[in-house]
């Protein structure tokens, strides 16, 4: 399958900039990966905030998102170009919103949201091939991001009570 090309857009149009998470989704391989990355950093500055104003911010970045692949997409001519990774970026923050400090749990998070944003499970999967535009692209990465994110409380739970 031919990968689409990186449009030169997206170092010229600020939006397409932020869709293609600063740049880096025009890396040439695993650029879901690349941008969950990207969203580690922000992940580390934010988790302190209240749980209130993180979820806040968290559906700010949402539906902000939704309009910025919107216009992406429409913009560059490409349904879902592998190179828009912002909602990797807004899933990773949906996979840690529930899990404790500490980088055991940061690693745990990353690998949990990768795992079920390529493998897609019910209803992860039907989202991504049924919905298109910015709703779409945000959507099926929001998903995979509350199912790590209940396996992270899930796991927390069990260890804590493990514990006592």
Excluded at 37 to 64: E, K, N, S
Aim: net charge negative; aromatic share 14%.
């Amino acid at each position: 399958m031919n990968k689409p090309h990186i449009p030169a857009s997206i170092w010229r149009n600020p939006v397409h900039f932020v869709a293609f998470g600063l740049g880096i989704g025009a890396v040439g391989f695993a650029p879901g990966t690349w941008g969950t990355l990207l969203a580690v950093p922000l992940y580390v500055l934010l988790q302190d905030l209240a749980p209130v104003a993180y979820i806040a911010g968290v559906c700010v970045l949402f539906i902000t998102g939704i309009w910025i692949c919107e216009v992406t997409t429409r913009d560059i001519g490409v349904a879902d170009h592998p190179g828009i990774v912002f909602d990797e970026i807004v899933g990773f923050l949906v996979t840690m919103t529930v899990a404790p400090n500490g980088w055991l749990w940061l690693v745990y998070g990353f690998l949990l949201f990768r795992l079920f944003d390529i493998w897609k499970p019910w209803p992860i999967r039907a989202i991504d091939r049924r919905m298109h535009g910015g709703a779409g692209i945000m959507l099926d990465d929001a998903i995979a991001g509350v199912f790590s994110c209940a396996v992270i409380y899930l796991t927390e739970y069990l260890v804590r009570i493990g514990v006592d």
